[in-house]
């Protein structure tokens, strides 16, 4: 390919003849969260006298960058996959975007979507916590807008520098944010920390990628993954090492991101030091982009991706005139074998072996990756289940809320890493079933959302109010404010996973996903996880019923906490919004399994025309 015909093929990629699907039509949101950094920096260079909201114009930034994400396609994709009626307008495909360096899917549509509105509800809590100040406000949301683009580039990430790439641009904001609160000693040390493993771990990430991209011969992972089916067979003991020592290294990055044993030191000590605002930022869209990753690399390792289209491709032609146009093509096929002398069709030897079918070549790949599904499986699984029990063990003698809750978000990415062992075990035995299990961990990550960010929006509140985040300072809040201190128990038993909050429906999507992976394959891991995780369960209730105890049974203090209504004042107002799908979600929760389900379609199985 000379540089005139490269230069062609890259500005067709970019923006194609159809701009909706073409590389810049399908990044939109993430250019308008550039657009609104942007503004954001801007405005504080010429409005020296602050007329202009920073709060407003992030808020409106990220609702257009939601808009432009389109999760109301994935809306009419579901109705039209119900129907079997597809439109070439509305309907989602894989396509690879500048070059096969993103990938926009189902998958990418949710997920991104999810990480948006969760920044909102951050942005919201902030406005009405008073954290950040007016003075530094710009400065924050630029921050906090900077990680989410390179959150939402690790959801669609597809190939392994542009992971590094996202990781680091959702970290480096996250370190300044750990330490926002100026003169404050406990937040400065937290983001020295918090930077200090990062760089660790970032460059032990990076040689990873080194080492396995070296041996395979290609960085972009649908590549790598058709190229190991050819080359595992071949590999000695020495490539094998190599192998294993780089994807443990590319790993190190991910358990990073994910707060998980053993590279959760930082956790605890940075939520202790940074503001509950921040923390609940780290915990629940960090952790989404994190876990959406894991489920990219985990699959994209582990099997061949099936077909999509390439950006800037037309799709008039809708799906239903294809399969016309296939039978069609088909019928003149059996008519050229049942008449080859007037066809002018050659004779075909007997002894010619048969060709295979993309399909079928495509199938013998994805069970040449059988060890690489084992290994990741196996290595997921044992992570998880460390996670999840030494987060849930630790979380028992802590005494400020916001270690307490660290130590919880350490034990729920483990559980939610439980959904990934399911997926490995199924993918290339029951390709449904594996997207199944990808769907739980979507309904886990919905879920997880409204619980975290109502738990630390909480924390936040009640410390405008007491002016304290020790749990023995919560004493007589459900005589202070009882709206507030029933919002709290209920998040917190969802947390636990108690039927009938949807802590619950995420729990047990999860579950019951590897009692699937259990009965279809009979992996006896797979069975050995959903015991750790049901036993865990179980020991997670103590430490969150010890702060409903404070609350509500130890004796009140004189005098009484300062009030925080819940129906008059726009903090209890948000807590109560936050409150009701996690208290309320399981009454409705099929529509999110749908969506679910529609996310994770066709993530390895093939498109259906």
């Not at 020296?48 to 257009?64: A, E, H, N």
């Not at 542009?162 to 926002?180: R, T």
Request: hydrophobic fraction near 55%; proline fraction near 5%; charge should be negative.
């Amino acid at each position: 390919m000379n540089l005139h015909e490269l230069v062609n093929e890259l500005i067709f990629d970019a923006k194609g003849g159809a701009f909706a699907s073409s590389s810049i039509g399908l990044f939109l949101p993430e250019l308008m969260i550039c657009l609104t950094i942007c503004l954001l920096l801007l405005i504080r260079l010429f409005d020296d006298q602050r007329r202009i909201s920073m709060f407003w114009v992030s808020l409106i930034g990220t609702g257009l960058a939601l808009v432009l994400a389109g999760p109301h396609r994935l809306l009419v994709d579901i109705v039209n996959t119900e129907t079997y009626i597809h439109s070439s307008i509305h309907s989602i495909h894989r396509v690879e975007i500048f070059t096969g360096l993103l990938v926009v899917d189902r998958f990418t549509v949710l997920l991104r979507s999810l990480l948006l509105i969760s920044v909102m509800l951050f942005l919201v809590m902030t406005r009405l916590s008073g954290i950040p100040d007016e003075e530094d406000s710009a400065d924050i949301y630029s921050l906090v807008l900077g990680a989410t683009l390179g959150m939402c580039l690790m959801v669609s990430a597809n190939h392994l520098l542009i992971i590094f790439l996202a990781i680091e641009m959702a970290s480096v904001p996250s370190y300044v944010l750990a330490g926002m609160l100026k003169g404050r000693r406990t937040g400065s040390e937290a983001a020295l920390k918090y930077a200090i493993y990062g760089a660790g771990t970032a460059g032990v990430m990076l040689y990873g990628i080194s080492l396995v991209c070296g041996l395979v011969g290609s960085a972009h992972i649908p590549t790598m993954a058709a190229l190991l089916a050819e080359q595992l067979p071949l590999y000695g003991n020495s490539e094998l090492m190599v192998l294993s020592l780089g994807g443990l290294m590319l790993g190190v990055g991910l358990a990073f991101k994910l707060a998980a044993v053993p590279f959760h030191f930082w956790c605890p000590d940075v939520f202790h030091g940074a503001c509950a605002e921040v923390n609940s930022f780290l915990s629940v869209t960090s952790k989404a982009a994190a876990l959406a990753l894991l489920v990219r690399v985990a699959i994209g390792f582990g099997t061949v991706p099936p077909e999509g289209y390439r950006a800037g491709e037309d799709w008039v032609t809708s799906p239903v005139a294809v399969v016309e146009q296939q039978e069609t093509e088909v019928a003149g096929l059996f008519a050229v074998e049942d008449h080859p002398a007037e066809a002018g069709a050659e004779e075909i030897s007997p002894h010619q072996p048969p060709q295979l079918t993309d399909q079928e070549i495509r199938q013998e790949q994805i069970a040449a990756l059988a060890p690489v599904r084992t290994f990741i499986g196996r290595l997921i699984a044992l992570i998880a289940i460390i996670t999840c029990t030494f987060g849930n063990l630790a979380a028992y003698g802590q005494t400020n809320i916001k270690r307490l809750l660290a130590y919880s978000t350490i034990a729920h990415a483990g559980y939610m890493m439980m959904a990934i062992a399911p997926v490995m075990a199924l993918v290339g035995v029951d390709s449904a079933a594996a997207e199944q299990a990808v769907a739980a961990l979507i309904i886990y990550i919905v879920v997880y959302i409204f619980m975290n960010i109502g738990a630390f929006a909480i924390v936040a509140f009640v410390r405008n109010t007491i002016g304290s985040e020790e749990i023995k300072d919560y004493r007589g809040l459900i005589q202070s404010s009882p709206g507030i201190a029933v919002c709290f128990t209920l998040i917190l038993f969802s947390l636990v996973g108690l039927p009938p909050l949807s802590g619950f429906i995420g729990k047990f999507a999860i579950f019951a996903s590897l009692a699937e992976g259990f009965t279809t394959t009979g992996q006896g891991y797979l069975m050995v996880l959903l015991l750790a995780g049901g036993i865990n369960t179980a020991v997670s209730l103590y430490y969150y019923l010890r702060v409903v105890k404070v609350m509500i049974i130890d004796e009140a203090p004189e005098p009484l906490p300062a009030p925080l209504p819940l129906g008059s004042s726009g903090e209890g107002r948000f807590v109560f919004l936050l409150t009701i799908p996690t208290a309320l979600l399981i009454v409705a929760w099929e529509p999110v399994s749908t969506c679910a389900t529609s996310a994770a379609l066709f993530l390895v199985q093939h498109v259906p025309l």
